[in-house]
């Protein structure tokens, strides 16, 4: 959630810091401003409400030049969407502070400045930390160590950048439970929420560690750790240029990342496999040893990344016959929980940095776990550096909040971590192989499907006009009708829930009518004849059916009966292969209706807060 980008240089940053909120505009946001040291010792601010768009239409009215900046995409959590509480804010006319994430104990600290003279103008937790950190310096101490000061009182999540007029050589950046990122350049330096922010200027990038405070200068970077402590961060080079960023020929990003996936299922394979069988050393050193022990395994995850935990369940019970337990990370983190001897824990995350997952990780490194195991598509995450083994899932960027590409290499990372798992309690060699085929064969598969995109722009008219839809699937299909209805609810704003298909005469069959279109998954496996008669009862109470149908299965258009025809493929990757025609079908819907598909209203692309 929200954006950070602040920069210092001998050039003018205003360009650098516009560019970078721009392509942090996938995180979700309501409001973004910019602040600059100027050369005559003041501050230059400018916010507004809306996108960075129109903070750059306000720029145009009212410029700022300065060498020493920082700038701001929020979204709202303490106070409304109003040009006063977003960021940055200033205390005094000198100290500037930008912040992502909350501070829970924000009342008790505001109460004691406001008795201290203080004087708020907005209603958000973050400006508690400008004013606290400008009493520290007017009280004596040096601005690295008013930063220190302030921290120290705050409780919460958090990632902070900070400036003083006064000292405008340096800028202060420090992070809990908040992503932060600094770039490295030649006579230049810049800090981030996230590297797409930076990829115009730098290739070199240091990730700050949890608690870390940084001192950035133009010619350096100094990190102490939570301790004080003068550290040295490893510096990293990214292979990910900044086209990759960038929409190219598609309208949208979630329509390019739709049709990046034969590309991403491809990466996420490589080094994975070698003849016919599953590397487990690609898990990392540990695996060896580890995933031999595994009896059991409890997947934590939120939103598109739960589901693909349910799918994994079903693998992992019927591929490998270990015992697998799912669960939603903001409900796992406050209850008690019972671990049961040698269990994996699993989290699954996009950004590796949802606030959520990162502290059930947390939690169970304390709760008697035999390790934990984080499938990430970022690789200098929160997750990833604290999890004992990894599974990378190389989708690449992804940047429309809908996410897509990550779902479906999530999928394939589980079913690569089950036939792991499977392969050391005794499956067959020739299994195992034939297993791996269909997963070599995926990209191609998902390929050919894409071909749908024309008819599924021409489906979609028929859901435009709709308020509500019911999606329905079966076994592991379940959770992709859970998916397709999650796809199409958040970026078209139609009302979208998902049933397993037996659960049907246990309450949402009293809302089918001729006006609830009900969209079914079918590959053609063994619960299909099942599914068939739960189509029946629909069909009786004049219910219009749209089933994505396996050539295989026998079931034909009719009145009341549209079947999109779908390649035929082995159960074991059908849920991977049926994801892709309900990425498409939500995203046509949503370009009828004219929503803002990237950037769904109230939604952020990480969301690290609770």
């Known amino acids: 959630m929200c954006g950070i980008v602040g920069a210092i240089a001998e050039r003018n940053v205003v360009p650098v810091l516009i560019e970078g909120l721009h392509r942090l505009e996938y995180r979700g946001y309501d409001s973004a401003g910019i602040v600059v040291a100027q050369g005559d010792s003041a501050l230059g601010l400018v916010r507004t ?60 600290i505001r109460d004691e400045l406001t008795v201290a003279g203080y004087v708020f103008e907005s209603e958000t937790d973050t400006e508690v930390a400008a004013h606290l950190v400008h009493r520290y310096l007017d009280e004596g101490l040096d601005l690295l160590d008013a930063v220190r000061a302030a921290v120290e009182r705050f409780t919460g999540a958090y990632a902070l950048l900070v400036i003083d007029v006064e000292h405008p050589e340096r800028i202060i950046a420090t992070r809990i439970a908040s992503p932060l990122v600094i770039g490295l350049g030649l006579g230049e330096n810049f800090v981030a929420s996230g590297i797409p922010a930076l990829l115009p200027v730098t290739q070199r990038f240091v990730y700050l560690d949890e608690g870390d405070v940084a001192e950035i200068t133009r010619e350096r970077v100094t990190v102490y750790d939570a301790k004080g ?225 024309a008819a599924l722009r021409e489906l979609a008219e028929v859901f435009a006009e709709k308020h509500h839809t ?3 699937g079966r076994g592991p299909m379940w959770p992709i009708a859970m998916e397709g209805a999650l796809k199409l609810k958040e970026i078209s704003y139609i009302h979208a829930e998902a049933y397993a298909a037996g659960e049907l005469k246990h309450g949402p069959l009293a809302l089918i009518d001729e006006e609830m279109p009900v969209v079914v998954v079918a590959p053609n496996n063994e619960l299909l004849d099942k599914l068939k008669s739960n189509m029946q009862v629909v069909r009786a109470r004049g219910g219009q059916l749209y089933v ?52 769904p209203r109230n939604l952020a692309k990480s969301v690290t807060v609770e």
């Open 49 to 108: 409400t809306g996108k960075v768009a129109e903070l750059e239409t306000k720029l145009a009215e009212h410029p700022l030049a300065g060498r020493l900046g920082i700038a701001h995409t929020r979204w709202a959590t303490h106070g409304g969407v109003t040009e006063r509480n977003a960021h940055p804010h200033v205390s005094r006319s000198r100290v500037a502070v930008i912040h992502n994430g909350i501070i829970e104990n924000f009342q008790e």
């Open 229 to 453: 402590n003068e550290v040295r961060r490893d510096v990293h080079e990214t292979t990910v240029s900044a086209d990759a960023v960038e929409k190219g020929p598609y309208r949208h990003f979630m329509l390019k990342e739709i049709f990046d996936q034969p590309a991403a299922l491809t990466d996420t394979l490589y080094g994975r496999i070698a003849d016919g069988a599953v590397l487990t050393e690609s898990l990392g050193p540990a695996a060896a040893t580890l995933l031999p022990r595994v009896q059991n395994v409890h997947i934590v995850a939120c939103g598109t990344s739960y589901h693909a935990g349910l799918v994994g369940k079903y693998w992992l019970e019927a591929l490998a016959g270990v015992q697998c337990h799912v669960e939603i990370a903001s409900e796992y983190r406050y209850r008690q929980v019972v671990v049961p001897p040698d269990s994996l824990f699993v989290t699954l995350s996009q950004s590796g940095e949802t606030a959520d997952t990162l502290e059930a990780l947390r939690r169970a490194k304390k709760s008697g776990y035999l390790g934990s195991l984080t499938i990430c598509n970022s690789a200098h995450s929160s997750m990833v550096r604290e999890s004992d083994l990894v599974m990378m899932t190389h989708a690449g960027p992804e940047i429309g909040v809908a996410s897509t590409k990550a779902f479906t290499t999530q999928l394939q990372s589980l079913l690569l971590v089950t036939l792991m798992l499977a392969s050391q309690r005794g499956m067959s060699e020739s299994r195992e192989r034939e297993f791996v085929s269909q997963l070599v064969k995926l990209p191609k598969i998902v390929e050919q499907t894409l071909t749908m995109d």
């Open 470 to 472: 019911l999606f329905l």
């Open 548 to 599: 994505f149908a396996d050539a295989e299965t026998g079931i034909d258009s009719d009145d009341g009966v549209t079947v999109l025809p779908m390649p035929h493929v082995d159960l074991l990757i059908a849920p991977i292969v049926y994801t892709v025609p309900l990425q498409l079908l939500a995203y046509h819907v949503a370009v009828l209706k004219g929503t803002d598909v990237d950037q």
